[in-house]
């Protein structure tokens, strides 16, 4: 199995950019296909982005496309979430999470290992 912990969250003011970061400690990072997901107060967790296990694919929700990246570092068995013109609505606790397999997927149920998450607050 691996372990997942995320850092980086913080308060920003709207427009402005945050980068978390999520390490990955136990089976061999390269061998998940991995995904970031958020969950504002309320609300259910939602997809936010996903990145295969060599980091050629990636893809997002349409509600941070063009304004988040993905990007992972198999080396230093780590991944990032660089978040760009941020707007109060992306408040919420941010999660990594691992799944085994090749395919992407955008479904929480699907992922078998979570991080504790990490809190990004978006001030307006």
């Known amino acids: 199995q691996v372990q997942l912990v995320e850092s980086g969250g913080g308060l920003v003011q709207a427009g402005g950019s945050l980068r978390l970061s999520c390490a990955a400690s136990g089976r061999t990072f390269s061998s998940y296909t991995m995904g970031w997901f958020r969950q504002a107060p309320g609300k259910e967790r939602e997809f936010v982005g996903g990145i295969s296990w060599s980091g050629g694919s990636t893809y997002y929700a349409d509600s941070v496309k063009g304004r988040f990246t993905i990007s992972r570092d198999n080396a230093k068995g780590t991944m990032y979430l660089q978040m760009n013109i941020l707007k109060p609505e992306d408040t919420a606790v941010y999660y990594c999470?691992?799944?085994?397999?090749?395919?992407?997927?955008?479904?929480?149920?699907?992922?078998?290992?979570w991080g504790q998450g990490t809190q990004v607050t978006v001030s307006s």
């Open positions: 999470a691992a799944r085994s397999g090749i395919r992407t997927s955008s479904y929480t149920y699907e992922y078998q290992y």
